[in-house]
T-cell receptor
Framework: DTAVSQTPKYLVTQMGNDKSIKCEQN?????MYWYKQDSKKFLKIMFSYNNKELIINETVPNRFSPKSPDKAHLNLHINSLELGDSAVYFCASSPTGVNEKLFFGSGTQLSVL | GENVEQHPSTLSVQEGDSAVIKCTYSDSASNYFPWYKQELGKRPQLIIDIRSNVGEKKDQRIAVTLNKTAKHFSLHITETQPEDSAVYFCAASKGGGGSNYKLTFGKGTLLTVNP
């Protein structure tokens, strides 16, 4: 199936731990994103990569480090997890990144205890 | 940066009625206005979008209108059905490279269609 897939779907962890979320798209898109959706459903962009190059870093704490090994993958590593990091994290992609439809992954529900 | 305000935050209608959700944006250079629907526990999905060179776009029961002068755009759903129940997000962005391309979302509207 062509899609944006992210793993894991659920992530429960203790404060202070380090965790990673992986994202892959097989749509041939050039641009990938990480969005955070908080408990009030607000969707906010965190990072955007175009052909492995970081183009948007939306004042996210440097505990969050995205990595794009190739244009089909964008992973998110989070160090020293805090309670406030609990949210749903969505990966997304778009064809070239300029005012186009976003294809979202199914989301990762992160719960920090 | 861009600021998108969305109203109402919740909307309850009877099946068959129409629903209207309104958004305003702050950056007059914004030229792309999509609407996303997110069902409970699911991913957001694009349902319709409009660019600044048109004033209205329609797709079956869904329509979007854009008023560039007033910097607002609206989603209209006619003949609502229970499966229309979801959170709807408006968004705005402007074209360009680098940080110019950033889709800013409104805070969402929870639409409930009562049978």
């Amino acid at each position: 199936d062509t899609a944006v897939s992210q793993t894991p779907k659920y992530l429960v962890t203790q404060m202070g731990n380090d965790k990673s979320i992986k994202c892959e798209q097989n749509l041939g898109h050039d641009t990938m994103y990480w969005y955070k959706q908080d408990s009030k459903k607000f969707l906010k962009i965190m990072f955007s990569y175009n052909n492995k190059e970081l183009i948007i870093n939306e004042t996210v704490p440097n505990r969050f480090s995205p990595k794009s090994p190739d244009k089909a993958h964008l992973n998110l590593h989070i160090n020293s997890l805090e309670l406030g990091d609990s949210a749903v994290y969505f990966c997304a992609s778009s064809p070239t990144g300029v005012n186009e439809k976003l294809f979202f992954g199914s989301g990762t529900q992160l719960s920090v205890l | 940066g861009e600021n998108v305000e969305q109203h109402p935050s919740t909307l309850s209608v009877q099946e068959g009625d129409s629903a209207v959700i309104k958004c305003t944006y702050s950056d007059s250079a914004s030229n792309y206005f999509p609407w996303y629907k997110q069902e409970l526990g699911k991913r957001p999905q694009l349902i319709i979008d409009i660019r600044s060179n048109v004033g209205e776009k329609k797709d079956q029961r869904i329509a979007v209108t854009l008023n560039k002068t007033a910097k607002h755009f609206s989603l209209h759903i006619t003949e609502t059905q229970p499966e229309d129940s979801a959170v709807y997000f408006c968004a705005a962005s402007k074209g360009g490279g680098g940080s110019n391309y950033k889709l800013t979302f409104g805070k969402g509207t929870l639409l409930t269609v009562n049978p």
